[in-house]
């Protein structure tokens, strides 16, 4: 097991990271108080939620199982949870855990923040994109009929306990979508990173507990430097963003649902990368990289078919745009990334097309 | 105009008291960065909004108007704000303002607290109540079918202007259960308050405005200095709630709206006056000073036609008992409360009938 600290004041948290910490009774031990109440859904519940129970067995147990999938991030789905929890009578003293991928991680993490004013909760999350993206950083939300994570809060976990055994029943497709973040956290962030990605990227793909454990905590690492800086997302938090205003198009123009996040994030990279080569930052080789360990992980390193036109209209609309102007964030070198709000729309068509090739 | 600074952080704010302070462009001034969005209700609105409108103008203005009363205070209002401000493209850097008194603050505040992970908001009480309680502290709530105050959230606001001139066209008996609150400040925080309260309290029912300017700083002082010590309600600021444990059990007793929240408080300051002269630590004179100037502000001063074992029961079910036992704040001496959980039932109970002699 690999252990790492979220530096973030009198809100700080460790974050667990290893094979078979599920049923670790010592990671839920420093935080029972009162009751528990854990949050999951019918996927990953009948795979895993009876090994939590057992870690934390003699405490009073409420188990709430929502719907899988995105659509449970809505308020009729929350207060079923508030439902729950005020029927068992759960106070503030309650620890709430969270057991799932992103979504029962935004869902029962946002339900901590506002249940009585907010309770402790942990962060258990059992797929990669949550283990390395949502779990650092406290970001918590539900979905409104006008836009996504539009209702929510900053609440920090007082833990995250990453276990990588459960990666073992995730489907191949989000595996890698899970991997495209892993990816992202590198050329952001970090070209040493990269290097190790681009030695150990099959690894990964075959779901090698070692470096899946490894590449976790790298990523975790670099996220919770970068969420310490910056908690509330003022400044440095955007540069997590790498792919993701190219990606939201992408996911939003394919039709929310046809492209995993992580995919449109892999093909929103290339782009990007693309973009900052035509800025006159990034080398020619170095978007070769880029594409070349996207492609390894079995992403997609071109967007679906729309026009480039299409592609920047939705860009235009997302809600990061600021004042009018689309702000990207570009690559000044691998493992450098930085915000950029001068960008011609002539360029970014040319990014477009450029990736497609 | 008076001001004071409620010391948090970065969180810190300043409350502004005085007459005629709603029309000061000044005093919003340092807080617009982009639109604004007014939450009111039917009642308020009509009489102060054009005020803070005009003080605003230059900013894009949404209008919000919700309807008055506690039952207001649910998540489809909540919902109808959250549709209002993405309608009309609200952001992060939108200034959220609650005008009205504490329904529309907890509810607003709320609002603010949760639209996109947290926006800025002016908190504007035009309720006594709200100006020396509610709009102190940074508590924000909704209330759930199983309970008062359940979904909230704790977030501060940026600055609260408190305009003493806006109480001229609050009813009454609003005024007087503001007035209890203020009492309440003076028995469990400040005998000198209470002194000042003594030879003054006419001239609050008199809605004069120095007194009424006064009475509210010396409040949120009071409050703002356990608020400050205390901001997540962990331990000191449970003396706020001086008067409440019985005072719960009165409003749930004579039936949610028969009774104002102060006024029960009132009713509910004499019984814990008696339980701590019961207690020992009260002298009978002291008790008298409490009853006394409750009198005088108009304020009831015996519970409900209830029996005794009927408030003790809803005591023990309310959500500050803690492991089972019921904790009553009681006075040490007056201007000083302290947090009691070794009270015997059978001293309750003779407080609850001494108080209705």
């Known amino acids: 097991m690999e252990s790492l600290g979220v530096a973030l004041g009198s809100r700080s948290y460790p974050i667990h990271i290893g094979a078979d910490l599920l049923g670790r009774t010592d990671l839920y031990a420093p935080y029972l108080s009162g009751s528990v ?16 129970r057992k870690a934390v067995q003699g405490a009073r147990i409420t188990e709430i199982v929502v719907a899988d999938g995105e659509q449970s991030k809505r308020w009729e ?19 709430l855990i969270a ?61 995250v306990i990453s276990d990588v055994a459960t990666l073992d029943t995730l489907p191949d497709r989000e595996l890698r979508a899970g991997i495209a973040e892993v990816i992202k956290h590198g050329f952001a962030l970090d070209a040493a990173f990269v290097e190790w990605l681009e030695a150990n990227v099959e690894k990964l793909v075959a779901r090698q507990r070692d470096a899946l454990t490894y590449a976790v905590r790298r990523s975790c690492e670099l996220k919770a430097r970068v969420v310490a800086a910056d908690e509330r997302e003022a400044g440095e938090r955007a540069l997590l963003n790498f792919g993701h205003t190219f990606g939201h198009a992408i996911e939003t123009g394919a039709g929310y649902g046809s492209w995993l996040h992580g995919e449109a994030v ?92």
């Open 77 to 95: 789905v929350l207060n079923e949870i508030f439902d729950a929890l005020l029927r068992a009578r759960c106070g503030r003293d309650t620890l």
């Open 266 to 357: 892999a093909a929103g990279m290339v782009m990007a990368a693309e973009l900052s080569s035509l800025m006159g930052d990034l080398r020619k080789t170095e978007v070769s990289r880029v594409r070349e360990l996207l492609k390894r992980a079995g992403l997609p390193v071109k967007g679906p078919a729309l026009a480039p036109e299409r592609l920047m209209e939705l860009m235009a609309t997302d809600k990061k745009a600021a004042k009018g102007r689309t702000r990207f964030v570009l690559l000044q070198s691998i493992g450098r990334a930085a915000l950029r709000g001068d960008v011609d729309d002539a360029l970014v068509r040319q990014a477009i097309v450029a990736a497609a090739q």
């Open 99 to 159: 057991l799932g991928g992103g979504v029962v991680g935004d869902l029962a993490g946002f339900a901590a923040a506002i249940y009585q004013r907010g309770i402790d909760f942990l962060q258990v999350p059992t797929t990669l994109l949550a283990q390395v993206d949502s779990s650092v950083g406290g970001k918590t939300a539900i979905n409104h009929p006008l836009g996504k994570n539009m209702i929510g809060a900053f609440h920090q976990p007082r833990a």
């Open 37 to 52: 109440a854990i949050v999951t859904n019918a996927v990953v519940g009948p795979l895993y939620l009876e090994k939590v």
